[in-house]
Nanobody
């Protein structure tokens, strides 16, 4: 099995910064794409940013220029640096990873979620 453990959420004032981390562990042969999603109350879960194993990135338009995703392949960890936070960034943030195990089976895994609250 594979576990994703997130950390770094919290309460911050508008204009502030937070850094989220997500570490994957368990039966991991390789990890392809890793990403961050978020879900605000009453809204659908949406992609915030993703990064491939080779470092290619993709961002939601709403966070471009403010958020930066990165990963450490040796540590199976993905990060999300969030700057210039806005109240509309308030949501539960979930880590996602596409993992291939030692049987060459691939599937998506999710973290438990971490709350990010931005006050105005």
């Amino acid at each position: 099995q594979v576990q994703l453990v997130e950390s770094g959420g919290g309460l911050v004032q508008a204009g502030g910064s937070l850094r989220l981390s997500c570490a994957a562990s368990g039966s991991i042969r390789s990890i392809n794409t890793m990403g961050w999603y978020r879900q605000a109350p009453g809204k659908q879960r949406e992609l915030v940013a993703s990064v491939t194993r080779s470092g290619g990135t993709n961002y939601a338009d709403s966070v471009k220029g403010r958020f930066t995703i990165s990963r450490d392949n040796a540590k199976n960890t993905v990060y999300l640096q969030m700057n210039s936070l806005k109240p509309e960034d308030t949501a539960v943030y979930y880590c996602n990873a596409e993992v291939t195990n030692y049987y060459f089976q691939s599937r998506d895994y999710w973290g438990q979620g971490t709350q990010v609250t931005v006050s105005s």
